[in-house]
């Protein structure tokens, strides 16, 4: 039953219990009405309680009716009923009080909360805003600053925070219900004190104009975070009720609008990635408290970081004491960066470095449940290193590799466990990057794989499982990005105007730019190693070219782009402009002006192809997957929803099909086929969430 109205002596209940998460469906709005109906009626009853069963207060309004439309009562009728009752009503909070559950409780005149509980107003997460009064009742309640702070960033808010601002007004330890009720029965007969009949808040003036243009950076392109602050101009300009209907267009504005839809996309998408066909629920993972990593290098150092950050002890392996005290040196460095941001004490600093117990020796490894390698990319080493695991980790202890491209299989079978072996590949820097690729080898086992989405969510990554392909999914996509890009670059558009296509899309930075901070010589390195006829050779020639002039990027202050030494700001550069030349030349790409839209297009829609083909070949399990590993792995704009959602959604999959084909017509087939799958779904008339 999702709503139950109790009556305790004069004090009524009305209580909710739509699990997991107590969302505001519309049968949880039918019982709302319903209690404050049966409190109504009650003479006994003289001040109302709304409580939920499960682990939380309301998180907010039902995202699943978002699509098809909000049976009425909407939840502003609801909460219309809640102003126009007779008795005061107290929330209480426990859980996570957001969205629509914190504007329930805004709407009642006390809220008394367990000092556990948050709130919040994370309706901006979603490309929306808060939609049932919290723009009009936050800021009369904690004045505008702080108002447009929650609903700008969507953070959740501590209790004891909250309650310091005056949202909550009792905190409370033990027994919410039992608290919540006695603070009620101390209300019984008085007046109401609705937030609606507080005075409008004040603000300087220009303070509206100031936020516009401070938003508009920290929130680049994004529509709804500008129509917050429309909103909550209304609140302190409009009588209440005017307030709320402005607040009601906006909301709608924003409902339709595409980012809102692919924000919703990526929030189902997250959750969706844990679930992983034939992984039955009963599989257990295995336990795992101690970690071990080989290799103190960049990714190395960086991987110790995210398990020490979760509180999990790591021996860190490496070859040389030099090497070791050079990794070490790094972290430290790194964590006293963060300290001096005020984002970690020094003691903090000091229990992170004392979880890491650095050594030269395997015996070291003997005791780890989990071990982790990220040595260099060669075959040959990780041979080696595998070789030594398997003879010094303990029975059932998980062997994972960090490689970017070398085949987990060939990896398990230097060892006589391939069933423990996996890939855990993070991304740069691994102690900030939020995506882990789990890539599930042959001969995987499934508890071992149930173990790594355990340990991903418990290291506060996202995890997505993967196929053994090579590059896996993230950087197999990239290589048309990077394709297109570079062939870009010969025909006319200089990197410059490639880049700032890419940033204006939504990219946090340009693929040179991107090229020139991870160093060119990388990509060179890989090239020499690759088979010539597995990449288009014109893609790589400027590399190539710039590589052998000496500019390895921004180690070197030059390479695609000039830099002073010390600043990270690209230079166009005139040495590059030449390089382009030469190869355009060498490579027989004529010149022309090429426009921003087709830049975007040929570089995503040689990624999304290359998507298509993971998906047909079963290398992700849905697109929704590799929508989440551009978002968190590669800075892809969420607004946008991931480069499958974007071209089903923004392009249309027909449209896409049209264009590579004509771009296979343009540049041959070779690297331009379309993928079958998204011919046999265009044939169909259906879409990606068909299959
Ligand atoms: N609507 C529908 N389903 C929801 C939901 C919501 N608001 N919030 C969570 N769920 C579902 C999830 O999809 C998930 O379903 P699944 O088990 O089938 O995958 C299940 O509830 C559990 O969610 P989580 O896995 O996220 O559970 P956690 O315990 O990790 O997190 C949470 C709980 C913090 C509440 C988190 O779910 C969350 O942040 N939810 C969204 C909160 C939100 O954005 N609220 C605002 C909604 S918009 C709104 O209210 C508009 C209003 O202004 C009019
Ligand atoms: P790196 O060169 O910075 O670090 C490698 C470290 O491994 C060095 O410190 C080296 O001394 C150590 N090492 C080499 N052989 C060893 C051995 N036998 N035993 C113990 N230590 C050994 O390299 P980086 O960038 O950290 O890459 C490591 C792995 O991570 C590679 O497989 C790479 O493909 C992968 N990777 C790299 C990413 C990046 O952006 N740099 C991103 C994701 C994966």
């Keep these: 039953m999702t709503g139950r109205f109790e009556v305790r002596g004069d004090v009524g209940v009305i209580h909710i219990d739509n699990p997991p998460v107590n969302a505001i469906s519309h049968a949880v709005r039918l019982a709302l009405i319903d209690g404050l109906a049966q409190a109504a009626a009650d003479p006994a009853v003289q001040v109302v309680v709304i409580a939920c069963a499960g682990r939380t207060f309301m998180a907010g309004a039902d995202i699943t009716e978002f699509a098809s439309g909000m049976k009425p009562p909407g939840l502003p009728e609801v909460l219309a009923a809640m102003d126009a009752f007779a008795k005061p009503i107290v929330a209480a909070l426990h859980g996570t009080a957001l969205g629509g559950g914190f504007e329930v409780a805004l709407s009642c005149d006390y809220r008394v909360a367990l000092a556990k509980a948050q709130v919040g107003l994370p309706e901006v997460k ?98 709804s975070p500008q129509r917050i602050i429309d909103a909550v101009e209304a609140a302190v300009t409009l009588p209440f009720d005017q307030g709320i209907a402005r607040e009601g267009a906006l909301f709608m504005d924003c409902l339709r609008h595409s980012q809102a839809k692919a924000l919703q996309h990526v929030f189902f998408a997250e959750r969706q990635v844990t679930r992983i066909p034939g992984l039955p629920a009963e599989v257990k993972p295995r336990p795992v408290t101690k970690v071990a990593v080989i290799g103190a290098g960049t990714m190395g150092g960086g991987i110790a970081m995210t398990f020490a950050n979760a509180g999990i002890p790591v021996t860190l392996l490496e070859m040389s004491q030099e090497a070791l005290d050079r990794g070490l040196g790094i972290i430290r460095r790194n964590y006293e960066a963060t300290a001096a941001k005020g984002r970690l ?33 060669t075959l040959e080493v990780k041979k080696q290193v595998f070789q030594r695991l398997d003879r010094v980790a303990r029975p059932g202890a998980i062997l994972a590799s960090n490689t970017s491209y070398l085949s987990i299989d060939t990896i398990a079978g230097y060892t006589g466990r391939p069933q423990d072996v996996l890939g855990l590949h993070f991304f740069s820097p691994a102690n900030v990057m939020k995506l882990l690729e789990i890539v599930r080898g042959e001969r995987t086992a499934p508890d071992v794989l149930a173990t790594a989405l355990e340990v991903a969510k418990r290291i506060r990554k996202v995890g997505v499982v993967a196929g053994n392909a090579f590059g896996f999914i993230g950087n197999r996509m990239l290589e048309g990005y990077g394709r297109e890009a570079n062939i870009l670059a010969l025909e006319g558009a200089p990197p410059q105007q490639v880049d700032k296509a890419l940033v204006e899309f939504g990219m946090p930075m340009g693929l040179f730019q991107m090229m020139d901070l991870a160093g060119l010589d990388i990509g060179y390195k890989s090239r020499q190693d690759r088979d010539p006829e597995s990449f288009d050779p014109r893609s790589g020639r400027l590399g190539d070219l710039l590589v052998e002039a000496g500019r390895l990027g921004q180690k070197t202050s030059a390479g695609v782009y000039d830099y002073v030494p010390g600043d990270r700001t690209p230079k166009p550069s005139a040495v590059t402009a030449g390089l382009i030349a030469q190869a355009a030349a060498e490579v027989g790409l004529p010149q022309r ?99």
């Design 126 to 223: 979603l490309g929306i805003l808060p939609g049932a009064g919290g723009t009009q009742r936050l800021p009369r309640l904690v004045g505008v600053e702080a108002a447009l702070q929650a609903m700008i960033s969507g953070d959740p808010i501590p209790a004891a925070q909250a309650h310091t601002l005056g949202a909550i007004d009792q905190l409370v330890e033990g027994d919410l219900l039992e608290a919540a009720v006695a603070f009620a029965r101390g209300k019984a007969g008085t007046a109401r004190r609705r937030v609606r009949d507080l005075p409008p808040p004040a603000v300087p003036d220009g303070f509206f104009a100031a936020a516009r243009l401070r938003v508009a950076k920290e929130k680049r392109n994004l529509f």
């Design 593 to 691: 002006t090429i426009g921003d839209q087709e830049i975007v297009e040929r570089c995503f829609l040689a990624l999304f192809n290359i998507g298509c083909e993971v998906l047909r070949e079963g290398m992700a399990y849905r697109a929704g997957d590799i929508d989440i590993v551009y978002l968190y792995g590669y800075g892809f704009p969420a607004y946008r929803g991931g480069p499958m959602f974007w071209a089903e959604h923004e392009i249309g999959l027909p449209a896409a099909l049209e264009k590579i084909r004509h771009y296979a017509q343009t540049y041959g087939a070779r690297w331009w086929t379309p993928s079958p799958l998204l011919e046999r779904l265009v044939a169909e008339g259906k879409g990606l969430k068909d299959l």
């Design 345 to 377: 004490t020094t003691a903090q600093v000091e229990a992170r470095m004392g979880l890491l117990t650095p050594t030269l020796s395997y015996d070291d490894l003997a005791g780890a449940d989990l071990i982790i390698e990220a040595v260099f990319e």
